[in-house]
């Protein structure tokens, strides 16, 4: 296994602002850090999706956010339905989008799942994540929400 | 012209079909939504729809797979790939089993009507 670097982790920095920019029009405010080394606040908020990688890499792509959050999120691309279902499905979703994105820079051999979804406490990502994960701090508008990458290059054969 | 839309997301489902059956866009007429391929291919074949906006990561069956299978029922069904896999290889890998356009996600309300009318025009 080998860890990725900061150079990796602006993949997706990229790819967060460019969800937010295309969807609202709006840039968004970053911060990345590393999640359980410095000192972050809680990156875990009401509504966690992750993906799960294979292939040339293991480890999972987070993404948290509150439910106001994706309400209003929601409410910016006209939909009209705003239930629990419906916000689980876009943070599945939105963490879909980023992991799919970053297959511009890593390649195809980066194999994503389909997103999981699930409601969330306070602090569960600080549970089980890997000691180096990077975190990506967002944002938009008064709403805080999370990008937590804990992913590795599996070793070639 | 007949719509089917693929995707495991409602949102987005629910997206495209109010993107592509606006008022505006009066030719369109939405058959089906289906959340995976397996769900595709029994409305495809049920349906026959002209065109077809087709998500790559799916349980059950795949997108790749679905176009495939779809091109072999219709070969001239136009495929709409709309999908967050953006390195090269997935959309060249999509094309050659019979899509004829690729959307990358996330994508605006104006893109996927630019790439609908490119992909409907004579």
Redesign the interface.
């Known amino acids: 296994m080998s860890a990725i670097n900061e150079k990796d982790i602006l993949i997706f920095v990229e790819a967060v602002s460019?969800?937010f920019f295309?969807?609202t029009q709006e840039k968004v405010e970053i911060k990345t850090a590393y999640l359980l080394e410095d000192d972050v606040p809680s990156a875990t908020f009401d509504l966690t999706s992750y993906i799960t990688l294979s292939g040339g890499f293991t480890g999972r792509i987070y993404f948290s956010a509150p439910h106001s959050m994706l309400t209003h999120l929601?409410l910016v691309?006209?939909?009209q339905?705003r239930s629990d279902?419906?916000l689980l499905?876009?943070a599945?979703?939105i963490a879909?989008?980023?992991?799919?994105?970053a297959?511009?820079h890593?390649?195809?051999t980066m194999e994503?799942?389909?997103p999981t979804s699930q409601t969330t406490k306070s602090n569960w990502l600080k549970t089980v994540v890997s000691p180096r994960s990077y975190v990506i701090l967002v944002k938009w508008k008064h709403y805080r929400a999370s990008v937590v990458v804990d992913i590795q290059r599996a070793e070639q054969k | 012209m007949k719509l089917l839309i693929v995707d495991?997301?409602?949102?987005?489902r629910?997206?495209i079909a109010?993107i592509l059956c606006d008022k505006r866009m009066n030719d369109v007429q939405l058959l089906g939504m289906a959340r995976n391929g397996k769900e595709a291919i029994t409305l495809f074949t049920e349906h026959e729809p002209e065109l077809v906006t087709m998500d790559i990561?799916?349980?059950e069956m795949d997108g790749v797979e679905c176009t495939e299978k779809m091109i072999e029922i219709n070969p001239d069904c136009n495929i709409l790939v709309v999908?967050?896999?953006?390195?090269k290889?997935?959309a060249l890998k999509a094309l050659k089993k019979g899509a004829r356009g690729f959307l990358?996600?996330?994508?605006?309300d104006e893109d996927l009507i630019t790439a609908f009318l490119e992909l409907t025009s004579p």
Do not use: H
């Open positions: 460019n969800f295309q969807i929601l691309m006209g939909e339905n279902e419906r499905d876009a599945g979703e879909n989008t980023i992991s799919g994105n297959r511009k890593f390649g195809e994503i799942s389909v | 495991d997301s409602a949102l987005i629910s997206r109010r990561t799916m349980p999908s967050a896999l953006s390195d290889a997935t990358y996600k996330p994508f605006s």
